[in-house]
C-alpha cells in the first residue's frame, strides 16, 4: 500500500473554497484503479490548516493520479489558495489487519 498525506494552509477566508474543491474530486479520485482511500480534513484547531489522506494499491497508481485532469484542476483552484509551501509525505505500507 502506498500512503500519501499532504498538509497545506490557506488564508482562513479561503479554506472553504479548498475544502469544496477537494470534496467536489472525491468521487473522481475514489473510482481511479488504485484508490483505497481519500480523505480531506480540516483541522478543529487551526482555521488555515487542510490535511488530505489518499490510500493507493502501490506508487504507480499514485503516479497515474498526479497525470490525471483531476489532479491538475485541483491544482490549478487549491495552489493559488496556499499560503504556503505544501508539505507531502509519503509511505509505503503493509496492511497488517482491518478490525471492524
Request: glycine share 4%; proline share 4%.
Amino acid at each position: 500500500m502506498f500512503i500519501v498525506i499532504v498538509d497545506f494552509t490557506t488564508a482562513a477566508a479561503d479554506r472553504a473554497a479548498a475544502l469544496a474543491q477537494l470534496d467536489s474530486e472525491h468521487d473522481e479520485t475514489r473510482a481511479r484503479p488504485g484508490n483505497l482511500a481519500y480523505r480531506v480534513y480540516a483541522s478543529r484547531h487551526d482555521d488555515t490548516a487542510v490535511t488530505l489522506v489518499h490510500e493507493w494499491t502501490d506508487e504507480q497508481s499514485f503516479a497515474d493520479y498526479q497525470r490525471s485532469p483531476s489532479f491538475a484542476r485541483s491544482g490549478r483552484v487549491i495552489r493559488p489558495l496556499m499560503t504556503g509551501t505544501p508539505v507531502s509525505r509519503r509511505f509505503r505500507a503493509d496492511l497488517l489487519e482491518t478490525v471492524a
